[in-house]
């Protein structure tokens, strides 16, 4: 869905290197998903976050990975120290505030680490 | 067994045939049934939402639930070219009761339409 905004669209980054992507969701929306898929994998949930908030960070690698949601600004995806595993497409869901979960997906960063 | 179960195909149907796909879930709880279409290096697309138990047509799209046997489908009719895609089937999580938008998704299905 055009309506949430992901960039970078494609990120190179060599090993080691930090990634950071970010997220904006649909106007109107307040909750934000992230999702990984794994070359021939299905998606995967990685967090959930509302402005200010981690509600679930249940999929997140233990280490390397972090997320936020400012209160200003879009939401971020942290990569630490990316090592070639990391290589995925990462997508941004949003929903509404309270009571849907119809989610909308942006069109993703795909992450290559060299 | 996996919560949410869909078989890989690739199913290849020709165009105008009525293409079926389907999905179970293991959570009986569940309240909130969604079908995703991805064409090949693309974003999910909501295609389908279904709550209720039976039939939601949708344009050529039909989608069925039956929750007492915990599984849903997607008819797709009059298959096109341009159909070909991986269907996803998606369901909510179920945290104290209440779903919200964290999905968890099946494998999902390659579908070629062949002219």
């Known amino acids: 869905n055009a309506g949430v905004m992901q960039n970078p669209r494609h990120l190179v980054r060599r090993r080691g290197q930090e990634a950071r992507l970010r997220c904006s969701p649909m106007k109107g929306h307040s909750h934000v998903y992230w999702y990984r898929q794994l070359p021939e994998e299905g998606l995967k949930f990685m967090v959930y976050?509302?402005?200010?908030?981690?509600?679930?960070e249940s999929g997140m690698p233990k280490e390397r990975f972090s997320a936020e949601f400012p209160k200003e600004g879009p939401s971020i995806l942290r990569i630490q120290q990316v090592v070639r595993g990391d290589s995925a497409a990462y997508f941004c869901a949003s929903s509404p505030p309270k009571g849907s979960t119809e989610a909308f997906f942006g069109q993703g960063t795909r992450l290559t680490v060299v | 067994q996996k919560e949410v179960e869909q078989n890989s195909g690739p199913l290849s149907v020709p165009e105008g045939a009525i293409a079926s796909l389907n999905c179970t879930y293991s959570?009986?709880?569940?309240?909130?049934f969604f079908w995703y279409r991805q064409y090949s290096g693309k974003s999910p697309e909501l295609i389908m939402s279904i709550y209720s138990n039976g039939d939601k047509e949708d344009g050529r799209f039909t989608a069925q639930l039956n929750k007492a046997s915990q599984y849903v489908s997607l008819l797709i009719r009059d298959s096109q070219p341009s159909d070909s895609a991986t269907y996803l089937c998606a369901v909510p999580a179920n945290a104290g009761g209440t779903s919200y938008g964290k999905l968890t998704f099946g494998q999902g299905t390659i579908l070629t339409v062949h002219p």
């Open positions: 976050l509302q402005k200010e908030n981690i509600i679930d």
């Open positions: 959570d009986r709880v569940s309240q909130s």
